[in-house]
C-alpha cells in the first residue's frame, strides 16, 4: 500500500480567514463565538455563532459565480486555493485575481490553455497531476441558507425561484466547482455523514490515493450554516447553547456547565499526496496520514453511543498499524453537548484504558464553535500543524472539568514531541470518522 502524506492546507474560520491567521488566534485562545449579526435573531433560543468576519469571495471566484452559488462552494473554493496554493501546486496571478487569473502547475511538460466556455476565466496549467488529481469535499447542510432565502422569496415576495437554485445548493457542488475552477478532472465526489463529513472527506481521498487510484486529492468540509433554518432547527433540538449574554464562553467542551455547541461556518481542505510524488516535486511534508476508521453506532439519530464510536478508533488504529499505546495526541470531537462529550469520555476511557487521562487532548470546538461538515477537517489540519509545529493548541473555558472526565487539556499552548495523534469525528445518526496522523519519518 502506498504512503499518503499531507502536502499543503487551507482554512477559513471565525478566527480568520486563513490558516495562519487561524493558528495564530487558536495559540493566543481566543473564541470566534459572537452574537449572530447575519440575520436578526432575537426570536431564537440561541443567539450566538461563529461568523466568518470579512471574508471576500471576491478573492477567490468571478462575481456572477458569487451570486450563483450558495457561501459553503465560496468557503470550498477558497480554502481549495490557499491548500493548492500552500502545496505549490499553483500560483495566481497578484495583478488580476480571478477575472484574469492564472493558474501556472508545477513538474509538468507542456503547457495547455484552457478556456472554461461556462467560467470565462482563462487558465494557463501543463500537464500535471493536478489535471488527474481527485477532489472530495464534505458538507452536512450543503445550500440551505440558499434554499431559506429561496424560500422567502417565494413565500413573501411571491417572486421566482432562482434557476440556479437546485444545482447551487447540491452537497456536491463544492467538489464539483473546485474541479472546474482548478481544471482538475479525477474523481469528484461530495460528501454527507453530518458532523463528521469533513472526515469521511479525508479518509475517503486517503483511500483513492493509498490503493493507486489518484496520486493527489484535494479534500475537507465546508459549511455555511449561519441563518435562521439552521439555528433554529438545532436549537429546537436543543442542541444548542443558549448562553447568549457571554458568547465567548458558550462552547465549554467537557465542562460540567456546557449546555450545547456554538454554531460556526468555515473550511478545512488539505492537499494528499503518495508519498513517493510528494518527494520526486520536494515538496514539504506536513504530516502523513496514516490510518482510517469509520463505523456506525446503529442506535438513534441524534443520541451518540460510545461502542460505536470506540470501534471508529480501533480500526483506524489498526489500518495505521499502530497500537493504542502509541497515540501521544488526540483532537477532541468535543461539541460542548452534554450527552455527546460525556460518550466521547466513556469512548476514550474503553480505548485507552488508564492511559486515558494522561493523553493530552485538545478540544478546538472551545474556540471555534462547532464548524458542522468542515470540522472534522479543520481539526485535522490543527492535527497535522500540532504534529509539525510540536504545539498543542489551548482548550479554553474548561472552568470545572466534568466528574465523569478529566481530560489532559492544556489552558495555555504546550510544547509536545507528538508522534502519533488521533483526531475524531462523530456525527448525527451515529456516524463516526477517526483519522491517525503521524509525524512524517522519510
Known amino acids: 500500500m502506498k504512503r499518503v502524506v499531507i502536502t499543503g492546507m487551507g482554512a477559513l474560520t471565525p ?65 481549495a486555493i490557499m491548500a493548492a496554493e500552500d502545496a505549490g501546486l499553483i500560483q495566481q496571478s497578484t495583478e488580476h485575481r480571478i477575472q484574469n487569473t492564472e493558474y501556472r502547475i508545477q513538474n509538468t511538460d507542456k503547457k495547455l490553455k484552457i ?29 440551505i441558507s440558499t434554499i431559506e432565502r429561496e424560500l422567502l422569496k417565494l413565500k413573501i415576495q411571491n417572486s421566482k425561484l432562482s434557476s440556479y437554485l437546485m444545482p447551487s445548493t447540491t452537497i456536491g457542488m463544492a467538489s464539483s466547482y473546485i474541479s472546474m475552477r482548478l481544471a482538475i478532472k479525477g474523481p469528484t465526489i461530495g460528501i454527507s455523514t453530518a458532523c463528521a463529513s469533513g472526515a469521511n472527506a479525508i479518509g475517503e481521498a486517503f483511500k483513492l490515493i493509498r490503493y493507486g487510484e489518484a496520486q493527489v486529492a484535494l479534500a475537507g468540509g465546508s459549511e455555511a450554516p449561519v441563518c435562521r433554518l439552521s439555528v433554529g432547527g438545532y436549537g429546537a433540538s436543543g442542541a444548542l447553547s443558549r448562553r ?83 497515540v501521544d495526541y488526540i483532537n477532541a470531537h468535543a461539541t460542548g ?26 478540544a478546538s470546538k472551545s474556540m471555534l464553535g462547532h464548524m458542522l461538515g468542515a ?42 514531541d507528538i508522534n502519533t495523534a488521533i483526531s475524531n469525528s462523530f456525527g448525527f445518526g451515529g456516524v463516526n470518522a477517526v483519522l491517525v496522523i503521524k509525524k512524517f519519518r522519510s
Request: hydrophobic share 35%; proline share 5%.
Open 375 to 416: 470540522a472534522g477537517a479543520v481539526e485535522a489540519i490543527i492535527t497535522a500543524l500540532s504534529i509539525n509545529k510540536g504545539v498543542i493548541t489551548p482548550t479554553i473555558n474548561l472552568d470545572c472539568p466534568d466528574i465523569v472526565f478529566n481530560p489532559a487539556c492544556f489552558r495555555k499552548p504546550t510544547k509536545a
Open 115 to 143: 478556456q472554461n466556455s461556462k467560467l470565462k476565466t482563462p487558465f494557463v496549467t501543463r500537464h500535471s497531476s493536478l489535471e488527474k488529481a481527485g477532489v472530495i469535499i464534505g458538507s452536512s447542510r450543503g445550500g
Open 15 to 79: 478566527l480568520g480567514n486563513d490558516l495562519e491567521t487561524t493558528w495564530k488566534n487558536l495559540k493566543k485562545g481566543l473564541s470566534g463565538i459572537n452574537h449572530i449579526s447575519k440575520f436578526d435573531a432575537s426570536c431564537l433560543s440561541s443567539k450566538i455563532a461563529g461568523e466568518l468576519k470579512g471574508f471576500s469571495p471576491e478573492n477567490y471566484m468571478p462575481k456572477k459565480d458569487i451570486l450563483r452559488l450558495d457561501p459553503f462552494v465560496h468557503y470550498a473554493i477558497a480554502a
Open 244 to 326: 447568549n449574554s457571554e458568547p465567548e464562553k458558550a462552547s465549554r467542551p467537557f465542562d460540567k456547565d456546557r449546555d450545547g455547541f456554538a454554531i460556526s461556518e468555515g473550511a478545512g481542505v488539505v492537499v494528499l499526496e503518495e508519498l513517493n510524488h510528494a518527494l520526486r516535486r520536494n515538496a514539504r511534508i506536513y504530516a502523513e496520514i496514516s490510518g482510517y476508521g469509520t463505523s456506525s453506532d446503529a442506535f438513534h439519530q441524534t443520541k451518540p453511543l460510545s461502542d460505536g464510536e470506540a470501534l471508529a478508533i480501533k480500526k483506524a488504529l489498526s489500518d495505521a498499524k499502530a497500537s493504542k499505546d502509541d
Open 337 to 362: 453537548t452534554v450527552l455527546g462529550d460525556k460518550a466521547e469520555a466513556e469512548t476514550i476511557k474503553k480505548v485507552f484504558g488508564k492511559r486515558a487521562p494522561r493523553i493530552p487532548i485538545s
